[in-house]
């Protein structure tokens, strides 16, 4: 069991990665759209590119949503409204219609016209009657088709124009009686039909709604249907009307049939096979080529993180609307990995993240295509990020190559600009826009993930910052030898194309272990007092090695960023301490040569290499006595030379030709500090 916890402790690196490798695969197949990708890529209005398309089944042809809504609302206009009859109020109205009759007109009127009277107002009630009265004003049209209901009963089919209204029942009655000439007795008649007549139909809306919605349940969704064989449409035509209605009827079916239940589980697979891949690629990459964050848990979880939110973001946008797919600043991703790592990983990252969105946006070819072109030219374009010109700069450019490639595409597929979508081009200005939140997501980062970017680089670079004032008090001939460093280090990145800012802030606090014994350094020695005298070679050697882990220390206490430490570490590599390991040999041949050895390790970066040998060569032209050209020239060639004789550059990635023009450089800057002229021959 011991051994067991023993094995698991030592391998926890690596259960970690294999944890957050799963983890982050799982949640990009999770944000990946559940339905099935059709393998062809079209758009209405524009020519079929593929091959000619052959129908692999059987498949109905979908109506479109707007032959849809427009059945629909055909069967909303003409669907027949239900009005509930109360029969007993009609029966009750010509009973009460004798009473009222009678009570009004009794004998004064000759008995005849009485008779007529009585028999044309009970005729008008017949007539308001035979459909019946409604209850209140509806605002339906008059030529809705309408039935009336007595109980559960329909009774009658009539059209909303057949119905009475109580506003219409005086209207009504007069174009009666003047049809019958006795409008003269309009007003009595008036009277008692005011006191009479009662609504007696109510407009049933829950069966109405019941009979309506039964209706439009009954709706086909689908007009014809396309034979297994039959060509869908050939190459270059253009895709519009019934083909673009076809090409649609086949995507929806084959979506249904591939992605079923039976074989879900296994589309899922295959997805997460294809995801794995692709992130195993990234870690291969990073073991091999970037063997320090590889080992850094916290780096790698911090890529991982930035994948999966771009593909959550991305899959966000897609599912509200695809046509605001290039709003996404995706070009945030190689900016943010390039400000805390290097553009080669942040390409890298970036290649594969586009490839994983391939899965989740529309015209994937299209977008794979816009979106590794700006990545590519925000790697290149984007240096010294901490200058905001130089963002904007570079913003403007990548919003200018996203507009001229979908441009080219649009022609291409086109044939023409006539019909160009102009607010596309908004969509891409928005993006640059949103390309400029970089700034404040480093600084976030840097606070979550406890990361170093250039930005970071510059504020430590301030001369007057706490640290760098302390070793200007304490240590004052190191502080200036750390200035000079720091001039011929950032000069000779900029030659080798290597981060300036890094180097330059490395050299500014590289020897900030110097201030624990300051009087032991030469550089600090103004009195002409040497305490080196009264100790022997070793225990000198031992304070001079031991600047190195002093500065680690004073550097963590300081809360530097580890990107800084790693040039104290390495700025003497594994070098010897050669003068007191040559003042112990004299006095004993058996000397070992590892107690007057830095512990290293090695600088194992384009930037600690310059570092190692900016330092070298600075620390040891004070020594120069009656410098020249010639021999400024032969001083940095033996230092260099002796450094590469040692493997002290064997695990930085610098190349020969680059410490040539390292050595170039340092040998112009040396001559500028002794203001030396070319010399000329005798």
């Known amino acids: 069991m011991k051994d067991f916890i023993n094995r698991l402790y030592k391998n926890h690196s690596l259960i970690y990665k294999a944890f957050l490798f799963i983890a982050t695969t799982f949640l990009i197949v999770y944000f990946f759209p559940k339905s099935g990708k059709f ?16 129908a692999p089944f059987d498949f109905a042809i979908k109506k479109t949503d707007l032959e849809i809504e427009a059945e629909k609302q055909a069967i909303e206009e003409s669907s027949v409204l239900y009005f509930t009859l109360d029969n007993s109020i009609a029966d009750k109205i010509k009973l009460r219609y004798e009473e009222l009759f009678a009570s009004v007109y009794q004998d004064s009127l000759e008995l005849d016209l009485i008779k007529n009277l009585k028999n044309t107002g009970a005729d008008i009630i017949n007539q308001l009657y035979v459909f019946g009265i409604l209850n209140e004003n509806y605002d339906f049209p008059t030529n809705r088709p309408i039935a009336i209901l007595d109980g559960n009963v329909k009774t009658k089919d009539a059209f909303y124009s057949n119905l009475i209204k109580l506003s219409d029942v005086s209207s009504i009655l007069e174009k009666e009686l003047k049809k019958a000439n006795l ?6 008649l008036t009277s008692v039909f005011f ?32 034979v297994k064989g039959t060509l869908i449409i050939s190459k270059g035509e253009v895709v519009e009307g019934d083909k673009f209605q076809k090409l649609k009827s086949l995507q929806s079916e084959y979506e249904s049939q591939v992605w079923n239940e039976s074989n879900y589980n296994l589309v899922l697979f295959a997805y997460s096979l294809l995801v794995s891949l692709a992130m195993l690629m990234l870690l291969l990459f990073l073991r091999k080529y970037r063997t320090e964050v590889y080992e850094n848990n916290t780096k790698v979880t911090f890529i991982f993180f930035n994948i999966l939110l771009l593909i959550f973001i991305t899959t966000f ?56 072109i700006a990545g590519i030219v925000t790697i290149l374009t984007v240096s010294e990020l901490y200058k905001r010109a130089n963002l904007f700069i570079s913003v403007g450019q990548i919003t200018l190559v996203y507009i001229i490639a979908y441009f080219a595409f649009f022609v291409i597929h086109e044939g023409s600009i006539e ?25 976030a980062y840097e606070k979550l993930f406890g990361l170093v970017s250039d930005v970071s680089l510059l504020e430590l670079s301030d001369t007057n910052s706490k640290l760098l004032k302390q070793l200007s008090n304490v240590a004052p001939g190191t502080f200036h ?28 606090y590289h020897d900030i272990g110097k201030m624990k014994n300051p009087t032991y350094f030469t550089e600090n020695q103004s009195t002409g007092i040497n305490p080196h005298d009264e100790l022997s070679s070793r225990e000198s050697a031992k304070i001079i090695v031991d600047h190195v882990i002093n500065g680690i220390e004073i550097a963590r206490k300081n809360n530097l960023p580890d ?46 290499a310059i570092l190692m040998m900016c330092d070298s060569v600075e620390a040891a032209s004070k020594s120069l006595k009656e410098p020249t050209s010639t021999k400024i020239d032969l001083f940095v060639e033996n230092i260099i030379s002796k450094q590469i004789e040692e493997g002290q550059f064997l695990n930085a990635d610098i190349t020969f030709k680059e410490i040539q023009a390292i050595k170039k450089v340092l040998k112009q800057k040396l001559a500028n500090i002794y203001h030396l002229r070319v010399e000329y021959p005798e």
Not at 419 to 443: M, N, S
């Open 39 to 54: 393998k062809y890529d079209f758009e209405k209005g524009k020519p079929w590119q593929s091959e000619d398309l052959q």
């Open 183 to 188: 409008l003269d007795y309009k007003k009595g």
């Open 195 to 226: 006191d009479l007549i009662e609504p007696n139909l109510t407009f049933n809306k829950s069966f109405t709604e019941k009979v309506a919605k039964e209706e439009l349940d009954k709706v086909s969704l689908a007009r014809g249907s396309v």
């Open 317 to 372: 946008v897609v599912n509200y609307n695809p046509k605001f797919i290039y709003v996404v600043p995706i070009c945030v991703l190689p900016l943010v990995l390039k400000a805390f790592f290097d553009a080669r990983l942040g390409l890298f990252t970036h290649v594969l993240t586009v490839l994983l969105l391939g899965f989740v946006v529309p015209n994937s070819y299209e977008y794979m295509f816009l979106q590794i």
């Open 419 to 443: 019909t160009l979508k102009w607010e596309i081009f908004i969509w891409f200005i928005l993006c640059g826009l949103a390309t400029l939140f970089v700034q404040p997501l480093i600084y």
């Open 481 to 508: 030898h750390s200035l000079n460093v720091a001039n011929l280090a950032e000069a000779s990145a900029n030659e080798v194309g290597a981060n300036a800012m890094l180097v330059r802030v490395g050299a500014l």
């Open 563 to 608: 990107r800084v430490i790693d040039f104290i570490r390495t700025h003497h590599g594994t070098s010897v301490v050669y003068y007191f390991y040559m003042q112990e040999k004299k006095e004993n041949d058996a000397v070992d040569k590892l107690h007057y050895s830095y512990p290293g390790p090695k600088p194992f970066s384009k930037e600690t």
